[in-house]
């Protein structure tokens, strides 16, 4: 078999701000591969069926994280074309840790996720309900949040992949469930198909009010940071927790322009935690748990989810962008193949 392109995207330069599509990627279409030649060192070779793109990206793109030329690499999907390990077979479907590339190589002791053969959930769905962002949502909830049926929660970027499995499992857990978003249409979907309690568009509502009006809330799952937090800290009920995920309204700013946290003094008399949390620290404890309910709940039509998918991994980094803007409508995916 002759030689074929494999397409990859790097990372170009240290973006100011929100990246620039044309500056600080490249899609880089130098590189081929011979499928049934390319040497495998008695590792495997896979087709790139998926990408995720995801906030945490954006900080990778910061001096520190990526080497500049590097290649861009997320949790992704592929297919098992060739294989020289017992470990995986051909046909295999994979969810790992991937380099942004149409084919790619690994070695034989990579961390691999071997997926169900026959899934009654497509398999992007690998990458945001039952992925990475959906453990996030788990394990934050549980381990961090100590939810208890009754209580109410505080959901913010609600509409977005985190957002919708916390708001869900909150609900299946008997909690009230309050979600901000940024858009009119988003807060349909959370209302009318997540069926939460409340829901309000942070863009054109006040925060402090739809919170008030809710109630007060036990536990505050914060994905934004900024004045958002600040809003929910006041209304925080006594011995309420706050599980701080995520500050993707900052993530664009400069350390000198982020907004700084005034409300504080109130976790005083309330006596409120607040606690950062990253997915990977409670994997070992509860990764088992989540793979034996959460994707069970999905194929049964008990949680719901909403996918923005990208097609071409040349407009990968355009998908990014979009996430880091607020434009995407539920996990952002790639579809490369
Ligand atoms: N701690 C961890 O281990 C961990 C793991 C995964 C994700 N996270 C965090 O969880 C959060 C959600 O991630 P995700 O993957 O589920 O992404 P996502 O919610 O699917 O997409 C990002 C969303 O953030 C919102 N957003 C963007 N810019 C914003 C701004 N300036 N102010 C307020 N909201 C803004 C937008 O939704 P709206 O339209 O609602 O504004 C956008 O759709 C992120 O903060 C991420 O970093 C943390």
Redesign the pocket.
Known sequence: MAPIPNPKVLFAAYPAGYPDVKKDFKYDTSESIDLETAPLNGGFLTKTLYLSV???MRGRMNVGGWALGSLFEGYGISEVLRSETDKVKKGDILYASTKFQAYQVWPADAKVRILPKTSEIPYSVYMGAAG??GQ?AYF?LKAVGDPKAGESIFV????????QLVCQLAKAWGLRVIG????DD?VEFLLNELKIDAAFN?KTASTAEELKKFGGIDIYFD??G?P?LDAALDAMNKFGRIIV????????QKPEERYGIKNTYSMIYKEVKMQ?????TYAAQYSDEFYATVPKMIAEGKIKYSEDVTEGLEHAPDALVK??????????VVKVA
């Not at 901000?180 to 858009?183: F, H, I, N």
């Not at 995920?245 to 664009?252: A, D, F, L, P, T």
């Open positions: 995801d906030p945490y990475m962002p996030t934050g913010s970027t609600a509409a977005g992949a985190v957002g901000s978003t940024g858009s988003k942070y994905n934004v900024g958002t995920c995520g500050h993707i309204s900052m993530y664009n950062g949390m990253l997915v990977n996430v880091l803007k607020g434009e995407n409508k539920g996990k952002a």
